[in-house]
């Protein structure tokens, strides 16, 4: 069984930094693609950033030059940094991971939990 645990919201004010972290625990033969999602009520789920196996990334408009997303292969983690932050950034932000968990076995599309993140300005 796999599982997603996030980390690292919280509030901070406009102009400050958050790093929110993805750790991917469990059976995992391999990782394609890892991603950061955010949502707001009554919205849908927006992307914010995706990196590859091969380590691209893709930005939404709205935090290019502001985000970077990263992941550490050995601890099977990945990361987005947020810098410059504004209250438009204001959500719940998802992890989400494309893995394949054994070697014959059909890959999987996995979300963590959801984890606040709150600008004041």
């Known amino acids: 069984q796999v599982q997603l645990v996030e980390s690292g919201g919280g509030l901070v004010q406009a102009g400050g930094s958050l790093t929110l972290s993805c750790a991917v625990s469990?059976?995992?033969?391999?990782?394609?693609?890892t991603g950061w999602y955010r949502q707001t009520p009554g919205k849908s789920r927006e992307l914010v950033a995706t990196?590859?196996?091969?380590?691209?990334?893709y930005y939404a408009d709205s935090v290019k030059g502001r985000f970077a997303i990263s992941k550490d292969n050995a601890k099977n983690t990945v990361y987005l940094q947020m810098n410059s932050l504004k209250p438009v950034d204001t959500a719940v932000y998802y992890c989400?991971?494309?893995?394949?968990?054994?070697?014959?076995?059909?890959?999987?599309?996995?979300w963590g939990q959801g984890t606040q993140v709150t600008v004041s300005s």
């Open positions: 989400n991971v494309f893995l394949v968990p054994s070697r014959l076995a059909a890959p999987l599309d996995l």
């Open positions: 469990g059976s995992i033969y391999s990782i394609n693609a």
């Open positions: 990196i590859t196996s091969g380590g691209s990334a």
